[in-house]
């Protein structure tokens, strides 16, 4: 098929316009974007372009003649095409388009949104409404696992909330566990319990990596302030604890099973050496860690460690295990630092966020009971310490008020140890920079 | 209904928006010796919509004068006198009119301070009967906020109260830069109580009319007594609509509507000017780019004039404008999340 | 015939100018014409090195227009001026080195950098300022004057157009309300025969602008407005008229401008012959001439007088260059008034 040349419409506006000269014989070769004809308008003279390259062939309009716009003036051959009679110019002139019908007047209740119908096909993000999206980010819940009930499955504000609401009762009424340290054992709580292994995550990088494990009722979202802090290319495999974060809610019979699953966590995650890093409870499996895979370990930083006297603040553990509401966890949450104005209430409100599942705070109610019997550590490592060859370091908050840093003293002469001002019992929230590198320093040989 | 400007016992009288805004320009004319009435007919003849009434009787013609009808030149006129020490109250017969005068609004008042650095002022006040509603067609009845809304250097406020007009107008002689005021011929004659005596409205704040919990109508002008006869409907099926009166569409009150929206998830904006490009527009828009968005519950609606000239037929051109029932129906939509 | 009538006759004879202004008048009015005419030539040679952005409207070939007007103004009257109106704003008392920092778009400009030469405005020595609408300051004079009437001040405006203005309506509403209003205004058209580049003929109806002056029932004069002593007798009674509340005048000063309309004129639409024909009567050369001629002057005092005004402009030059440039942060200001915390 030939291509069509036409008169152009090159200005607002122009009805038609002269032919002023043409720039290609009829016959001859033209490229695509070569200058094809002139035409003048009553504003302007200008070139216009070849549409096609090919051969020029039946020219229909002189130069000095007047065109409407739209109307063929030639047509343009491919190289090789046939030439055949002159196509039919009344189709090809028929070019006034007819002008859309006027949209119904539709000027007061507009409802674009609703007028769409509603058969699009999901991209697989959900729709939901800017306050539903904030909700659940907050909430910690996956958009895709909420009905949304607005136009087109749109998630609105109070499907996130009954969702969260939904979730908050899967157990009631949880019975309130007694005291971990009540002299008669409280009954379990009643969670189903899971199998499987222990959730890893990792950060990838360059070098050797350290490998985190958190404290009690922690996760590895608590590590993401010293994250930030530590060098960007910096290796890390975090470890959740059984009942904790995302790994599944395992029942534990003591430290030492728990130290089992850490270890087997470990051999499953790491591809070789590591530098090892641990806060709180996780400082004692920390130092189990060491003691069991000493050749796997290039240094150990051990951070506020648990395992190294019998003194801790059973209440406050307990009492963060337990609170159901942000009101009763903010004044626990508050022993944790130097200062009670450390814990923002919207941190405190963020971590009610992560605990809202009743079964989670059965699990860690249940492991309080038993690492932690009567309000006390149950488990002692100093033995352990005393054994480690890796580099040690021992840093610990000297407001810490869950475990006193006099603990720290058991260390032998060769643990580094550093005692830090205005800092609590969670280093790397209260100042990760600091620990950062302190870190730092001691990773460098 | 109510005067809503808060002048804590103060004592009020009974007026209509025109004599509201009689009575502001008549204590300007007593309290500031170098303010003037400029204007089409606006002496013996009282003023296009007997605004001014008697007010030439009482101030002589030197100080309420009648002017050619020559807009560009009037206000014109109206720019070199507030900049040498003047202060104009110009008076268009219909806003519409204001477009042969753009010129002068647009290239001189409003640009005035800036282009000369701040060493000059131009401290006047445009007086434009706007709106839709009196069958007087396409070039009578629009609404053209939006328009000088978008010029920098000028403020436009819209009184949808006889307090509110008196209280914008005096407010509008008392600042240093171009003012314009629109007043809704629909209005004139609405009578309410009026503080009497000096005050101010603030330029720049708008006003909750009516608190409300499900959704945030933002009206102007005359939309502001439609949302609240909507507002009326929809709280008898409990539906409880925050009716807010944007009363100044150049500053806008950001606080005041970010604050509403926060509150209520859900916006409708509701105006008279021509939907698309309009106030609701920037409305919306603020919203979205606002800490109010990680509130919204629901798309935002925007409740417009017609995309067409002002008609004549009195059933056409209630439609080429927001009714309350639309907007009692937009409402609805939104909270029953049809939209 | 006395003695005394032969004196006075010879006075009759010199020109208004010599007569009616003392030496030193004289003498300052033609240091401001050398002073605009160098004024603009090193803005002219600023803008060649890119000291200066946008463009600008040159009234070389002018001065005795702008001059002559207002000789007899004080700072209390005002003026409104054109694109064209650097020479306006000099003849009105402004500093050259302010001036020159607005073209440059300095803060320490007249109009903090805000302006430029469009809106090149010194209200503080009555210029209103520059205006870059045609006609556009025309209705702003007759408010001016309506003023100084209402607040019982006997100054004048005077608004300075060009002979493209005379055909928007701004100067038809402008010249019927203050003609009404019997207002102290002039209005001064500075007929350069070119609105950009259509000529007087082929856009006016009337042969003079001041012609127009009939319909609004006001005096209307021409003048050579080349001819310093012609523009300001002219203006010297229109003046008067003003001051004694007979309200407005129209005047209208013949000249032409040397260079094109603005920055990016080819100036197809004149011969080289007119343009060479009008630069041989420079208002300038003439002015100068007719002082020496009067005894006001001799070649080597006017010549003290223009190498007087090169180091003003130097200076000028050198003040603008070493003075600071706005705040990004500041666009905004002067938007509105500064609200006072």
């Known amino acids: 098929m030939p291509v069509e040349v036409i008169m152009p419409k090159v200005d607002m506006d122009m009805a038609s316009g002269k032919l002023a000269v043409w720039h290609v014989e009829e016959g001859a070769t033209v490229k695509k974007g070569a200058a094809l004809f002139d035409i003048e308008t009553d504003k302007a003279a200008m070139e216009v372009e070849a549409p096609a390259s090919g051969r020029l062939h039946h020219i229909l309009a002189a130069p000095g003649q007047v065109i409407a716009v739209g109307a063929p003036l030639a047509f343009i051959y491919a190289e090789g095409e046939a030439v055949g009679p002159a196509p039919s110019v009344a189709s090809a002139a028929a070019t006034a388009t007819p002008e859309p019908a006027p949209a119904a007047a539709d000027a007061v209740v507009t409802t674009p949104v609703a007028a769409i119908a509603a058969v699009e096909v999901a991209n697989g993000t959900p729709r939901a409404t800017p306050v539903a999206r904030r909700l659940a980010r907050e909430a910690a819940i996956a958009l895709e696992s909420v009905i949304g009930s607005g136009p087109r499955q749109r998630i609105q504000k109070d499907d996130v909330e009954r969702e969260i609401a939904r979730r908050a009762a899967i157990k009631p009424a949880a019975p309130a566990p007694a005291p971990v340290y009540a002299a008669e054992p409280a009954a379990p709580a009643v969670w189903s319990e899971e199998s499987g292994d222990l959730h890893v995550t990792t950060r990838k990088g360059t070098g050797t990596p350290l490998l985190l494990i958190h404290g009690f009722a922690a996760d590895s979202a608590g590590w993401m302030a010293l994250e930030r802090a530590l060098p960007r290319d910096l290796p890390l495999i975090r470890i959740d604890l059984p009942g904790h974060g995302r790994s599944p809610r395992r029942r534990i019979a003591g430290f030492a099973d728990l130290a089992r699953l850490v270890v087997q966590a470990f051999d499953r995650a790491a591809e070789g050496p590591v530098h090892l890093l641990g806060h709180s409870l996780g400082g004692a499996l920390a130092l189990a860690l060491a003691d069991i895979r000493p050749r796997q370990i290039k240094t150990l930083t051990l951070l506020a460690p648990a395992g190294l006297g019998p003194e801790i603040d059973g209440a406050a553990l307990n009492g963060i295990a337990r609170a159901s509401a942000t009101e009763s966890l903010a004044p626990w949450l508050k022993r944790l630092t130097a200062r009670p104005d450390g814990i923002s209430h919207d941190f405190a409100k963020a971590a009610m966020l992560a605990r809202l599942d009743p079964d989670l705070r059965a699990v860690q109610s249940d492991m309080a009971r038993v690492l932690f019997p009567d309000g006390v550590q149950g488990f002692d490592l100093t033995a352990a310490l005393d054994r480690v060859t890796a580099p040690t370091a021992l840093i610990w908050g000297r407001d810490d008020h869950i475990l006193p840093w006099s603990q720290a003293l058991k260390a032998p002469g060769e643990v580094a140890l550093h005692l830090l001002r205005g800092v609590g019992h969670i280093p790397h929230i209260e100042d990760p920079e600091a620990l950062a590198s302190l870190i730092g320093r001691h990773l460098r040989p | ?339 | 015939m006395t003695m005394k009538d032969k004196v006075e006759t010879a006075q009759d004879n010199l020109p208004f100018a010599i007569r009616h202004f003392s030496p030193d008048a004289l003498r300052a009015a033609l240091k401001k014409m050398y002073l605009i005419r160098l004024f603009e030539e090193g803005a002219e040679d600023s803008y060649t090195r890119g000291l200066i952005h946008g463009t600008m409207h040159l009234s070389i070939g002018q001065e005795a227009s702008a001059v002559a007007t207002c000789m007899e103004l004080t700072d209390a009257d005002k003026i409104t001026s054109t694109h064209r109106g650097h020479g306006h704003c000099i003849a009105k008392g402004a500093e050259v080195g302010r001036m020159f920092a607005e073209f440059f778009g300095k803060e320490t400009g007249y109009c903090h950098g805000r302006g430029g030469s469009m809106h090149i405005a010194d209200v503080k020595t009555g210029n209103l300022g520059a205006n870059g609408i045609v006609g556009g300051g025309l209705p702003i004079a007759v408010g001016a004057a309506l003023t100084a009437k209402r607040l019982g001040r006997d100054d004048v405006t005077i608004c300075f157009f060009g002979d493209g203005a005379n055909n928007e309506g701004a100067f038809h509403e402008a010249l019927n309300m203050a003609s009404v209003w019997k207002l102290p205004v002039i209005f001064v058209c500075e007929n350069n025969k070119y609105g950009m580049s259509t000529s007087i003929e082929r856009s006016t109806a009337v042969r003079y602008i001041a012609d127009r002056a009939v319909a609004y029932s006001m005096p209307g004069e021409t003048v050579d407005g080349n001819d310093f002593s012609a523009v300001a007798e002219a203006m010297h009674r229109a003046i008067a008229r003003a001051r004694a509340g007979e309200g407005p005048s129209l005047v209208e000063n013949l000249t032409y401008r040397w260079r094109g309309h603005s920055k990016s004129d080819r100036n197809r639409y004149r011969t080289k012959d007119e343009i060479e024909s009008w630069m041989a009567r420079d208002p300038i050369a003439r002015f100068r001439a007719d002082l020496i001629t009067h005894g006001i002057l001799n070649d080597e005092s006017a010549t003290a007088l223009q190498q007087a005004a090169e180091a003003d402009v130097a200076q000028g030059i050198e003040f603008a260059k070493a003075s600071p440039a706005p705040q990004i942060t500041e666009v905004t200001k002067f938007v509105h008034a500064e609200v006072s915390a």
């Open chain 2, 1 to 339: 209904m109510n005067a809503q400007t808060a002048i804590p016992e103060v004592k009020t009288r009974e007026m209509s928006y025109a004599e509201a805004i009689r009575d502001a320009m008549a204590i300007a004319l007593e309290r500031d010796p170098t303010v003037i009435l400029m204007g089409e007919d606006i002496g013996v003849y009282g003023g296009a919509f007997q605004v001014t009434g008697d007010l030439v009787e009482r101030f002589g013609t030197d100080r309420v004068m009648d002017t050619p009808i020559s807009e560009l030149g009037g206000a014109g006129v109206a720019v070199g006198a507030a900049l040498t020490g003047l202060k104009p109250i110009f008076e268009f017969q219909f806003s519409d009119f204001a477009a042969l005068a753009m010129e002068q609004i647009v290239n001189q008042a409003a640009k005035m301070r800036y282009m000369l650095g701040g060493e000059a002022a131009v401290p006047l006040v445009f007086r434009m009967p706007a709106g839709s509603g009196t069958g007087a067609a396409a070039q009578h009845s629009q609404s053209f906020e939006a328009w000088f809304g978008h010029v920098p250097g000028l403020k436009v406020v819209q009184p949808s109260t006889p307090a509110d007009a008196k209280g914008l107008l005096l407010a509008a002689l008392e600042d240093p830069d171009p003012v314009i005021i629109f007043e809704h011929k629909l209005l004139y004659k609405m009578k309410a109580q009026v503080p009497e005596g000096y005050y101010t409205t603030p330029i720049g704040k708008a006003q909750i009319m009516r608190p409300g919990r499900d959704v945030t109508i933002v009206a102007s002008a005359i939309m502001v007594h439609r949302a609240l006869e909507a507002a009326e409907k929809l709280a008898k099926d409990g539906i409880d609509a925050e009716v807010i009166d944007l009363r100044s569409v150049r500053p806008i009150d950001r606080d005041t509507i970010i604050a509403s929206v926060r509150k209520t998830g859900r916006l409708l904006c509701v105006y008279e000017g021509v939907r698309t490009l309009g106030v609701g527009a920037e409305i919306s828009a603020m919203i979205a780019e606002s800490e109010a968005f990680d509130y919204l519950d629901a798309p935002i609606l925007r409740l417009g004039g017609a995309e067409a000239p002002i008609p004549y037929n009195p059933d056409l051109e209630r439609a080429a404008v927001p009714q309350a029932p639309a907007i009692e129906a937009a409402a609805r939509q939104l909270v029953r999340r049809e939209v």
